[in-house]
């Protein structure tokens, strides 16, 4: 009982610590996107895709395979999420209760067992999802980008049409295009999700250790400290810049 008190404890403080510091960035992200490496990649990427689409037949290709870099990329870990799900299931199935490890503490039963098996296999099947929701939008995006814009057709065709303007065309876009990152990004925080729960197999306190360097080390990562709002201010006037702060979800 010593023993099992330990997974009681640290167990749900380490989940705690993740799933708080996550929240904690939600809110940044939404009311503070500048200070984020999330908001202010989301931001850029509205910008880029105003830039490939304000010529087509330039930019088209390069706009394509920096489109399918990233579905290669979603594929990858998706493929991997995968791949690991069923050495999981695997390694579920040959639990044996009778083998025990006297050096770790906390709760070696084969229930115990079993439930720390299968949240690491939740973890990646939910990687496993995302990455392909990831895949979903950038498939979408690649069709999207290479759209002609609507006012340089009504340009071409002699006449003028008001409700056809390529800011509207350039915004839905960039969030098909941002969808698919953030989809990418649980995916990646699925991944890292997992590790502290694989550390769980060999006690309580290697897990809970593990819940805090990855709390510190996202952070670092997560964070914007010095760089600030990188947007271009150059060709961009302040009113389109505040629309696309406004628009990058």
Known sequence: MEKQILDYVLVPLGLL???AYHLWLLAQI???????????NAINRRLWVRAMMEDVSKNGVLAVQTLRNNIMASTLLASTA?????????LMTGVNGERSMRLLLGDQSELASCVKFFSILVCFLVAFLFNVQ??????????????????KMAAEAGRDSPCGTFVL??????????RGSYFWSLGLRAFYFSFP???WIFGPIPMF???MVMVCMLYFLDVT???????????????????ILGLYI
């Open 134 to 151: 990831s895949i979903r939008y950038y498939s979408h995006a690649s069709f999207l980008i290479n759209v002609p814009c609507r006012r």
């Open 82 to 90: 995968i791949m690991l799900s069923s050495l999981i299931a695997v």
């Open 225 to 243: 400290v010095g760089f600030g709002l990188v947007v271009s201010t150059v060709e961009e006037s302040n009113d389109e810049v505040e629309n």
């Open 17 to 19: 610590a993740m799933v």
């Open 169 to 178: 065309t350039a915004e839905y876009v960039g969030r098909t295009v941002n």
């Open 209 to 211: 250790v593990c819940c």
């Open 197 to 199: 729960l694989f550390l």
């Open 30 to 40: 939404r009311n503070n996107p500048n200070r984020t490496v999330i908001g202010v």
